[in-house]
């Protein structure tokens, strides 16, 4: 099979319209239709009212709720915001010089530099957490010193039996280790964030934190319309956005990390308790 070449454009018109001028007036038009439709739903309105306030008929109203922009020019559009009682500005916007973006560049640059030159706790790495003791953060520190404390009690027991009255302070222990692993397992991948730059990778990592903060069906409606979006971006700009990605999805894990160390914890018992079992019958 050939090389398939990758074209990447600023938004979707760009890639349809044939010329850049009916690029920019197809984006005009839909940025409009999306403010008006914004406007209509926020309201409320049936599209019997809708119509009624913006002054069209409702087949008309039809259309520009489902989109079609051809339908519908730039003066129209204009009409329908004024009838809703809104002003519609138009602003020109330069593009970007190479010496801004090299500017850009160091000032993205800087902040990764911060980020990785500020004393961090020494388990999940985050740079924005103060350190409390032992160099480790509020939150790696309260699992420290769990563990501490859990590990000197259960040395102290006797030896496991099946039936053990001191299951449940067993348990607790093997929660809190868990709980230990996952910080510490947040610190090594965060080290690996500051050399990513894979734009699919970043891609997927977005995808699963629209997921996990919106839900599976809102959160796809979000990322297929950001689909290739991070193409755009420059390498270190991938960096960056892709290390507040997983701060966002680190906190997100931070506070339900008792709960997933004790979704580990039992899957772990299990396990064991399916090899012992296993080994019993042999």
Not at 12 to 36: F, G, H
Not at 37 to 48: D, L, M, S, V
Request: proline share 3%; with cysteine.
């Amino acid at each position: 099979m050939g090389n398939r070449i990758r074209q990447v454009f600023a938004n979707v018109w760009d890639a349809l319209a044939d010329t850049p001028e009916e690029a920019a007036n197809l984006t005009l038009r839909s940025d409009l239709m999306i403010k008006i439709e914004g406007i209509i739903k926020e309201g409320g309105w049936t599209q019997a009212e809708a119509a009624k306030r913006c002054g069209v008929t409702q087949p008309r109203m039809n259309d520009l709720l489902r989109g079609r922009i051809s339908r519908f020019s730039i003066d129209a559009l204009v009409n329908i915001a004024s009838a809703l009682g809104r002003k519609v500005r138009v602003s020109m916007d330069a593009e970007t010089s190479p010496d801004q973006l090299k500017l850009y560049e160091n000032n993205i640059r800087g902040l990764i530099n911060t980020v990785r030159a500020k004393r961090a706790c020494q388990w999940c790495r985050n740079p924005g957490l103060p350190i409390i003791s032992n160099g480790l953060c509020s939150s790696c520190y309260r699992w420290y010193r769990a563990q501490g404390k859990l590990s000197k009690e259960v040395a102290k027991l006797p030896p496991r039996r099946p039936k053990d009255q001191f299951s449940n302070l067993r348990r607790e222990l093997g929660v809190v280790n868990c709980a230990v692993e996952l910080c510490k397992a947040d610190g090594d991948t965060l080290e690996t964030q500051f050399g990513q730059t894979d734009p699919m990778d970043l891609n997927d990592a977005f995808h699963g934190l629209c997921k996990r903060v919106l839900g599976a069906t809102r959160g796809a409606h979000l990322f297929n319309s950001l689909a290739h979006f991070f193409y755009d971006f420059s390498s270190m700009q991938r960096i960056w956005i892709w290390y507040l990605v997983f701060m966002i999805e680190r906190e997100a894990n931070r506070k339900v990390r008792r709960q997933n160390a004790q979704s580990i914890a039992l899957r772990a018992s299990h396990a064991r308790g399916t090899d012992s079992h296993e080994r019993h019958r042999d």
